[in-house]
């Protein structure tokens, strides 16, 4: 067996043992949860819901350290911790461009003369300033460092030792978007609240294509930074929590803004290899 063989075949088994781990880590934890029936936020199934949400990183950081020799798992903790792989454009980016989508959605939902939401999220911050920090701290920590040491620390990595940026992140994306499908059995989740092939739902699944171009392009164009992906995805998830519940029309737009800036950033500034 060649070299090249013998890197698609080490390449491919990793990437099998990174779904088969990180889905049973997590539906294990998240498919008890959603037969009991129970709202996860007010009952014993707060902690297995929220243990589970970590099923990516945990398979990320137990392959890598399984699979990997000293510096590669080096690397990897220093590719999560590493702010200086990250320049002050890529953070004015990350934290500036999913606001700006939102900005765009209601100015254009202003024109046409439909009326903005009532930004409850908002007016419970103005209410409770201190509240910003627990919805910061849990925002950092529910999705973005629980998902990403795996999706992009771990398997997108060994996606592009085969495939290039773009066909790498069609790859991902299915199989990100089909880890989520258990929470919308659960109750107390936003997944639950929309249903099970909702107008939302596919929405949904829409946008984990450009989401996951953005989060490939960010990884690849700061030095394949974790850390990176963390915040992007954080900024994500904490935007969408500042703005909801907002209306199908509304998360319409957002899908049709947020596909339009990831062709953008794709074409305009193309997704590098990895080094």
Known sequence: MDSTKKLSTITTNDLWKFI?????????????TAISGQNFKT????????????GPSLAGIILTHTTGDRSTRRDFWKRVVDLKRISSGWYLFMFLI????????????????????????????????????GMILVGIIAGPFEEELGWRGFALDRLQDRW???????????????????????????????????????????????LTLLLTWIYNHTNRSILAAVLLHFAYNFTMSLVLPIST???????????????????????????
């Open 249 to 275: 029309r509304e998360n319409l737009l957002h899908l049709i803004f947020l596909s339009a800036v990831a062709a953008g950033v794709c074409i305009l500034k193309p997704n590098k290899p990895q080094n």
């Open 164 to 210: 290039p940026p773009l066909l790498s992140s069609l790859i991902l994306a299915p199989i990100w978007w089909a880890w989520h499908l258990p929470l919308f059995f659960i109750e107390g989740t936003t997944q639950s609240q929309w249903g099970l092939g909702s107008a939302s739902f596919w929405i949904f699944t829409a946008g984990i294509i450009p």
């Open 43 to 54: 009952s014993v199934w707060l902690l297995p819901m929220m243990l589970g949400g970590f």
């Open 20 to 32: 088969f781990l990180t889905f049973g880590l997590s539906w294990l934890l998240w498919i008890p």
């Open 98 to 133: 999913f606001p700006l989508i939102f900005v765009l959605i209601f100015s254009t939902r202003k024109l046409v003369g439909s009326p903005l939401p009532q930004f409850e999220t908002l007016a419970q911050i103005g209410a409770n300033p201190l509240a910003l920090i």
